[in-house]
Structures are given as structure tokens and as C-alpha cells.
């Protein structure tokens, strides 16, 4: 059915697109990671402190936003499944 073969063919590019977006997080990920241990190690471990410190800050200046944005995927995943939007 040709239904069928649609959907197959979208599920199949939305994990190609998670498999590159998991590849780039991956690769971010270690750059991060790699420049944060230079620079607490350049700075004879004062770096971590206050990189933690910052961390927390943003961390509490995004909550809502992280939780508005949850909430949107959330309406469109309930739209779909409702088969409002297709």
C-alpha cells in the first residue's frame, strides 16, 4: 500500500536526522568537554568552580523556557496522534 511505503520513508529520514543530530551532539560533546578540563587545568582547578556556578545560573534562567518548549512537542505529538495535522 502506498500508505505504507510513506511512512516507512518518513520514519526512515526522521532516524537518519536523530542518527546525524546524535553524531554532532556526540562530537559538541567532547569539544565541550575537552576545553573545560583545559581550562580548569590551565587554571590550576579554579575553573570548575565557577564554571559550575554559571551551569547553576543558566540552568535556572532556561527552566521555564525548557518547560514551554516540552509543552509545544507535547501538543503537536497529541495533534498528530489525533490526526489533526495529517
Known amino acids: 500500500m502506498a500508505n505504507d511505503e510513506v511512512l516507512r520513508s518518513v520514519v526512515a529520514n526522521i532516524f537518519q536526522h536523530l542518527k546525524a543530530d546524535r553524531e554532532e ?3 559538541l560533546s567532547n569539544h565541550v568537554a575537552a576545553m573545560r578540563n583545559a581550562l580548569n587545568e590551565l587554571s590550576d582547578g579554579k575553573f570548575e568552580p565557577l564554571m ?8 535556572q ?4 523556557a ?3 518548549s516540552a509543552g509545544d512537542y507535547d501538543e503537536i505529538i497529541r495533534r498528530v496522534k489525533a490526526g489533526e495535522l495529517f
Do not use: D, F, G
Not at 52 to 58: A, G, N, P, S, T
Not at 61 to 64: E, K, L, Q, V
Open 25 to 27: 551532539y556526540e562530537m
Open 52 to 59: 559550575e556556578k554559571h551551569v547553576r545560573l543558566l540552568e
Open 61 to 64: 534562567r532556561i527552566a521555564t
Open 66 to 68: 525548557r518547560a514551554s
